[in-house]
């Protein structure tokens, strides 16, 4: 088993590569030299500035870990007047070549705003005597967990300032669980650039129960751990991958990993070689905005909207990779390097994870002259781990050896839970509404202790360029026949194709009647068969948003109205809730690019894929959730003349 953590402070290799810690310390002390961001300043982000398509054949690697032509995108803002900047930092020019006024937004939120805020708020007076008031008195005990809040509902008297809205949860013991434990109506205000308590809201005495059951650890569970035979996975050969700086390499699959503050895990130059020669597949996979509306409102729950991407960033929280916990066998990782809100660079060691995994059968026959031909499926698995405070998200990017892709995502972690008043116990669940049963927005987990319903929706960016850019979507629908004529009995199933030729059309809603896909054809190239080649969306975790379209919390993401967006590439056409959705009142993102209805046959596309998981907790989720696992599938459809597995040996 192997443990290859890349050196943080390595040069980049490859134009596409993540800036490194050096590069980091450099844009920071650039924006402190040219343009004067001091110690009243926060850098909310630093990332690699990437170059355009077009552009990046032209770039040369100049050796040494000196790529040609390096930037950086960063944005910052003075919290003494609360105005925010967007900088271009030339990195190769060492100079500061373009500096933007950001008037009225908010850049994302930061790690170190958060612990700044839970650290001022257990000393604040007026928090000590409202815990004291509830029988809470050792502070150390104490949690604050302070979420951004929406536009819409932020109070007259606070508007123009940078505020954020905390919970106050307590560990019933040193290493408890915090989120077992919510203090229940008590909620901070909180002005985030002077880092002060604006007000304390109080709704009432807490009334939690004696006996809620919420540890997790096995020292505090109280119950005997079962028995559980190893389980060993072993390469003897060693891993059937190569990794050479950033650039994988796996049986026919070819790609590039990246990572930034924003997106985590992104992938560039996907291809598949094909008799010899590379085909390209996807220019850049990513994972684009994630929005995690709370369907509950009551006064503790109703601003809860999490924008995960826009307004924390899953490069920030990712967590650590552990080898026989998080992954099994030939493991090889990379490191990511962020920063804090002083531009300081901070390694995650372990931040992404590769190996491969046994799949089952890939393909099998019996022939009864013949005999038994089976081959045994493997894949090669990139992935990463996300905390976002009470939740983790754990995101697998699978490739096939039949040129398959599968991007799966895993939430466990901690339900959000508040106390109620209702009579009863945990087995009443089957009412909602009634009594002896949580609120009719939310499940009864423990003793008086419910958690809100909720939804994941989870926005994949996929910039695919299915044997080159020139790519049109077509919607397919399986549509029944008709009883009749040559066919007596109803039996056809036939297929319609539908292109979509403007962004409007390119608006699309999964139906389940017609088991609706996306084909993302090239019409310009043919397989062996005179079709076009293409790849096919194969969706799974899709749902409506079940919200009225002028709530706050839909107009601020309008994305979760359609499944499926396509828009021509355009390369500041990033973020599909806008590029600040921290304290955001509207969609600033795909609602107004496909306004413009542009083309989108022939062209070089993007795809916006909204899935994710519709959340009605369950007391089976509690204390710790067991994995809620989604998933999608890019499935090649005439990429092929046949399948391309053939050619893989008998096992062993």
């Known amino acids: 088993m192997t443990n290859s953590a890349q050196p943080s402070e390595a040069g980049p290799e490859h134009p596409l590569d993540p800036l490194t810690a050096r590069e980091i310390r450099q844009a920071a002390a650039l924006l402190r030299r040219d343009r004067g961001v001091g110690e009243s300043w926060r850098i909310a982000s630093i990332e690699l500035r990437e170059p355009a398509k077009e552009a990046l054949a032209a770039l040369e690697v100049l050796g040494s870990g000196q790529v040609a032509g390096r930037e950086a995108l960063a944005v910052c803002w003075d919290r003494a007047d609360g105005q925010a900047y967007r900088a271009v930092v030339s990195l190769t020019g060492d100079a500061v070549t373009a500096w933007e006024h950001l008037p009225g937004q908010q850049p994302n939120m930061t790690v170190d705003e958060w612990h700044e805020c839970d650290q001022m708020l257990r000393g604040e ?30 109070p007259e008297r606070y508007r123009g300032l940078r505020l954020g809205w905390c919970d106050v949860w307590h560990r019933g013991s040193e290493d408890g669980n915090p989120y077992a434990h919510h203090v229940t109506g008590l909620h901070p205000v909180v002005d985030l650039n002077r880092m002060t308590l604006l007000e304390l809201e109080e709704g009432g005495e807490d009334f939690a129960p004696a006996d809620v059951r919420g540890e997790y650890l096995p020292k505090l569970i109280g119950q005997p751990l079962r028995e559980v035979a190893p389980l060993e996975i072993r390469q003897p050969s060693g891993a059937g991958f190569s990794l050479e700086g950033r650039l994988l390499r796996w049986q026919d699959w070819e790609l590039r990993l990246g990572f930034n503050h924003r997106e985590g895990l992104v992938l560039h130059q996907v291809g598949f070689r094909d008799a010899g020669r590379l085909r390209p597949v996807a220019h850049r996979l990513s994972f684009a905005e994630m929005v995690v509306p709370y369907r509950d409102a009551s006064p503790d729950h109703y601003r809860r909207t999490a924008f995960d991407i826009g307004e924390w960033g899953l490069g920030f929280m990712t967590t650590s990779l552990a080898l026989g916990c998080d992954c099994l066998g030939e493991i090889s990782y990379l490191d990511a390097v962020v920063h804090d809100s002083r531009g300081e660079p901070r390694t995650i060691s372990n931040a992404i994870c590769v190996h491969e995994e046994d799949s089952g059968v890939l393909w099998k026959h019996v022939d009864e002259r013949a005999g038994a031909e089976v081959r045994r499926a493997r894949r090669l698995v990139v992935s990463f781990h996300v905390t976002v405070a009470n939740y983790e998200y754990l995101i697998y990017w699978r490739f096939y050896q039949d040129g398959n892709i599968e991007c799966e995502v895993r939430a466990t972690g901690i339900l959000v839970t508040s106390h109620t008043g ?117 969706p799974s975790g899709m749902f409506p948003p079940l919200l009225d379209r002028s709530s706050p919390a839909f107009r601020r993401a309008e994305v979760i109205g359609h499944t499926l967006w396509v828009t021509p590439y355009h390369p500041d056409e990033r973020w599909p809730c806008g590029d600040f959705p921290t304290q955001s009142e509207q969609d600033a993102g795909l609602p107004v690019w496909t306004a413009q209805d542009r083309s989108i046959e022939n062209t070089d596309i993007v795809l916006w894929y909204v899935f994710g998981l519709h959340h009605i907790p369950r007391p089976e989720d509690w204390p710790v959730m067991p994995a809620d696992i989604v998933s999608f599938w890019l499935k090649p459809f005439g990429f092929f003349d046949r399948n391309p597995a053939l050619d893989l040996p008998p096992s062993h």
């Open 125 to 154: 007076p007026a928090l000590v005597d409202a815990l004291a008031r509830r029988g809470i008195t050792d502070m150390s005990l104490v949690l604050t967990d302070m979420w951004a809040y929406g536009a819409a509902l932020v």
């Open 422 to 538: 209702a009579a009863g116990s945990v087995g009443s669940v089957g009412s909602v509404g009634s009594v002896g049963s949580a609120p009719s927005s939310g499940t009864l987990v423990d003793q008086g202790t419910y958690a809100p319903f909720h939804q994941h929706f989870i926005v994949a960016r996929l910039d695919l360029d299915v044997d080159g850019p020139g790519n049109t979507v077509y919607a397919v629908d399986s549509v029944p026949a008709r009883a009749g004529g040559n066919d007596p009995y109803g039996l056809g199933l036939a297929l319609a194709s539908t292109p979509l030729r403007t962004e409007a059309d390119g608006q699309q809603d999964y139906d389940w009647n017609t088991q609706r896909g996306w084909k993302i054809v090239n019409d310009n190239v043919r397989n062996g068969l005179g079709t076009s080649v293409g790849y096919k969306l194969v």
